[in-house]
């Protein structure tokens, strides 16, 4: 007998669907509250750069400014899965908007012509955008303290008995596809680099995660797997 399952194989109406479509969804960024302040990012036009300079003169003059803040200004306490992440960076820039100073202004207006008015000096150095081009020899080193590109970053999730699943798994074996979570892109930004609407981003990746899906199935039955695990 087929088992029946409330929630699989089956349309789920989202709680909150109809409030998003209709655009009555208030987020973080529609909020206003009294004496609020209002927060900008600087970020890195180069995805490799050393920080030659950093002058915040003319921000933290500007009328309505309330605090401009760079790497050298915070302590960097490193986060991320590598450790390799800083809240504001100093000395180099690893990627295109690396967050690089920080404004915070009366108003929305005010933060984002801060922004305008500080100057940072780079030097531009060679980059890597490929994983077999930066792990060849003499390539550009994205962390000169490590010595290599190759990071030893190990990361493994589990749930249940594993081992004895795969003990009892009828032959042929089964394959697990794992895709990248382009459901956890930060489309805003996305949309932001790209100068495109949002809604056209976020259409184009669910396209995009679904032919990625296709292909690896196909793939998998080319070479014998019978059978597919989302």
């Known amino acids: 007998m087929v088992p029946t399952f409330e929630v699989i ?71 991320g899965f590598a450790r390799d992440q800083t809240a504001l960076k100093r000395g180099k820039v690893r990627c295109v908007r690396d967050e690089v100073a920080a404004v915070a202004a009366e108003t929305r207006a005010t933060a984002e012509a801060a922004l305008e008015l500080i100057h940072v000096e780079y030097a531009e150095l060679p980059a890597v955008f490929d994983p077999r081009a930066a792990l ?35 032959l042929p074996f089964r394959l697990v596809v794992t895709l990248v979570d382009l459901e956890g892109l930060a489309y805003k930004e996305v949309a932001q680099v790209l100068d495109c609407p949002i809604g056209t981003v976020m259409s184009r990746l669910s396209r995009a995660r679904q032919l990625l899906r296709k292909e690896l199935v196909t793939l998998a039955r080319e070479h014998g797997y019978s059978k597919e695990s989302r």
Do not use: M, Q, W
């Open 136 to 170: 060849a020899p003499g390539a550009p080193l994205v962390h000169e303290e490590l010595g290599t590109n190759a990071h030893p970053l190990r990361y493994r999730f589990s749930h249940g008995d594993v081992d004895r699943a795969l003990k009892t798994l009828p």
């Open 9 to 79: 194989g089956k349309t789920v109406r989202k709680r909150d669907g109809a409030e998003k479509a209709t655009g009555r969804t208030r987020y973080l960024h529609d909020l206003e509250l009294p004496r609020l302040a209002h927060g900008r990012i600087l970020r890195a036009r180069f995805p490799h750069a050393r920080i030659v300079r950093i002058d915040t003169t003319r921000a933290r003059a500007l009328p309505g400014v309330l605090a401009v803040l760079t790497g050298e200004d915070v302590e960097p306490r490193p986060f």
